[in-house]
């Protein structure tokens, strides 16, 4: 077995001369922002996850902190999320001067656990951000149950799970909103770029107004004229670009493909290690489709820092995903402490995650499989 001659990347956009096309029409067009290919671009995202509205933003950032604006957090409200995320799922609270509450994942399915999320529940509770992590769909039944109980907020970080299937349905018309990212490493991309899907009106036009400054159209501003406009909020410029747009309409296109692509890489894993002694597979929730955005394995009775230094060395680039967010410094300093999630923090020191993207040939999956055995007869 050979070292590969190229980097194998753990994620990556897979583009192809329709999308080029689509951008450089775009370009050549009278507009590059605020354009035409927002609104189709959606439209076409709230048709195929079976939502009313979405509202599109320049980054899945930027559409979690609008989310957080339309759901009314403030200072003094607590927001309760999970720890095995990136670093955004909790960022958004504290840009609206929120209260990140943590807790503890599911040891199974690794996705934020409802019954501990009811263990975290204060009369301060505003929200929860659920985490599709790694494109599996969370228990959003139980999540939904425990908010209607308790009058909170549901925001689902879908930025994983575009695609992803929840009890037949596609992730997006669950929750009260939900957010899908577009990073090249996501399942379709528009370079950078976010959206907030929603079935709620109100929530549509809060989200709106956000992403645009606050400016809004109002019966003042017709009074005055057509040159008018009014700022009624603070907002941000959060809008995302027509050239993105025009990328992410010609993407979505594919998106069914490149879902069955991951599916089919994410299976041959699951058989590959299935009875490896020192590797244990990730299990799925009930009555869903993962997305499949990451394949994470754990690994048993064996030195992780050595193995993803082997397996780098071999031009494999596997990675960690996530460090538990309230280990990072900035945390740390207001008060967050280690031992807070003690089973999120079990799992992230076994956590090792391989190369997966629809661009991955059979023979790169196969090497990876093969070095990944091979380094593991070795290394303890």
Same mark, same amino acid.
């Given at each position: 077995m050979q070292k590969s001659t190229e980097f194998i990347s753990y994620g990556c956009q897979n583009l192809d001369e329709e999308d080029i096309q689509a951008v450089i029409e775009t370009l050549r067009s009278p507009f590059l922002t605020q354009g035409p290919k927002i609104a189709e671009f959606e439209q076409v995202v709230a048709n195929y996850v079976g939502a009313k +509205? &979405?509202?599109? %933003?320049? #980054? !899945?950032t930027a559409a979690l902190h609008g989310a957080c604006y339309a759901a009314g957090i403030g200072e003094g409200d607590e927001v309760i999320t999970s720890p095995i995320t990136f670093a955004a799922s909790a960022n958004c609270v504290r840009y609206q001067g929120g209260t990140v509450v943590f807790a503890d994942i599911d040891p199974v399915t690794y996705n934020i656990s409802p019954t501990e999320i009811e263990k975290k529940f204060t009369s301060k509770t505003k929200a929860i951000i659920s985490v599709d992590f790694t !494109?599996?769909?969370?228990d959003i039944? &139980? =999540?939904? /149950? =425990? &908010? @209607?109980? #308790? #009058? $909170?907020?549901?925001i689902e970080d879908g930025a994983h799970s575009l695609g992803a299937e929840y009890k037949g349905h596609k992730v997006g018309s669950q929750a009260d909103m939900t957010m899908f990212s577009f990073h090249p490493v996501k399942p379709v991309t528009t370079a950078e770029g976010g959206i907030i899907v929603t079935n709620n009106k109100d929530y549509y036009k809060k989200l709106l107004q956000f992403r645009s400054h606050g400016i809004e159209a109002t019966d003042y501003a017709a009074e005055q004229g057509g040159w008018y406009y009014e700022?009624?909020? $603070?907002? +941000?410029?959060?809008?995302?670009?027509?050239?993105q747009a025009a990328l992410g309409v010609s993407q979505l296109k594919k998106i069914d493909d490149f879902i069955a692509r991951r599916r089919k890489i994410a299976k041959i894993y699951d058989e590959s290690f299935a009875e490896v002694s020192g590797i244990k597979t990730p299990a799925q929730l009930s009555e869903t489709a993962s997305g499949w955005h990451l394949y994470i394995v754990q690994l048993e009775g064996?030195? @992780? /820092? /050595?193995? %993803?230094?082997?397996? @780098?060395? &071999? #031009? =494999?680039g596997v990675h960690v995903h996530y460090i538990p967010v309230y280990w990072h410094s900035y945390y740390e300093? $207001? !008060? +967050?402490e280690k031992g807070l999630c003690p089973v999120a923090e079990a799992w992230y020191e076994k956590a090792l995650t391989l190369p997966l993207h629809p661009g991955l040939t059979d023979e790169q999956v196969s090497y990876i499989v093969e070095t990944l055995l091979k380094k593991l007869e070795t290394i303890k």
């Amino acid at each position: 077995m050979q070292k590969s001659t190229e980097f194998i990347s753990y994620g990556c956009q897979n583009l192809d001369e329709e999308d080029i096309q689509a951008v450089i029409e775009t370009l050549r067009s009278p507009f590059l922002t605020q354009g035409p290919k927002i609104a189709e671009f959606e439209q076409v995202v709230a048709n195929y996850v079976g939502a009313k +509205y &979405a509202v599109a %933003f320049c #980054n !899945g950032t930027a559409a979690l902190h609008g989310a957080c604006y339309a759901a009314g957090i403030g200072e003094g409200d607590e927001v309760i999320t999970s720890p095995i995320t990136f670093a955004a799922s909790a960022n958004c609270v504290r840009y609206q001067g929120g209260t990140v509450v943590f807790a503890d994942i599911d040891p199974v399915t690794y996705n934020i656990s409802p019954t501990e999320i009811e263990k975290k529940f204060t009369s301060k509770t505003k929200a929860i951000i659920s985490v599709d992590f790694t !494109g599996q769909p969370v228990d959003i039944d &139980a =999540i939904m /149950k =425990i &908010a @209607r109980k #308790n #009058n $909170l907020v549901v925001i689902e970080d879908g930025a994983h799970s575009l695609g992803a299937e929840y009890k037949g349905h596609k992730v997006g018309s669950q929750a009260d909103m939900t957010m899908f990212s577009f990073h090249p490493v996501k399942p379709v991309t528009t370079a950078e770029g976010g959206i907030i899907v929603t079935n709620n009106k109100d929530y549509y036009k809060k989200l709106l107004q956000f992403r645009s400054h606050g400016i809004e159209a109002t019966d003042y501003a017709a009074e005055q004229g057509g040159w008018y406009y009014e700022m009624v909020d $603070l907002g +941000y410029n959060y809008r995302m670009t027509d050239m993105q747009a025009a990328l992410g309409v010609s993407q979505l296109k594919k998106i069914d493909d490149f879902i069955a692509r991951r599916r089919k890489i994410a299976k041959i894993y699951d058989e590959s290690f299935a009875e490896v002694s020192g590797i244990k597979t990730p299990a799925q929730l009930s009555e869903t489709a993962s997305g499949w955005h990451l394949y994470i394995v754990q690994l048993e009775g064996v030195d @992780r /820092k /050595k193995v %993803f230094e082997a397996m @780098r060395e &071999a #031009n =494999i680039g596997v990675h960690v995903h996530y460090i538990p967010v309230y280990w990072h410094s900035y945390y740390e300093e $207001l !008060g +967050y402490e280690k031992g807070l999630c003690p089973v999120a923090e079990a799992w992230y020191e076994k956590a090792l995650t391989l190369p997966l993207h629809p661009g991955l040939t059979d023979e790169q999956v196969s090497y990876i499989v093969e070095t990944l055995l091979k380094k593991l007869e070795t290394i303890k």
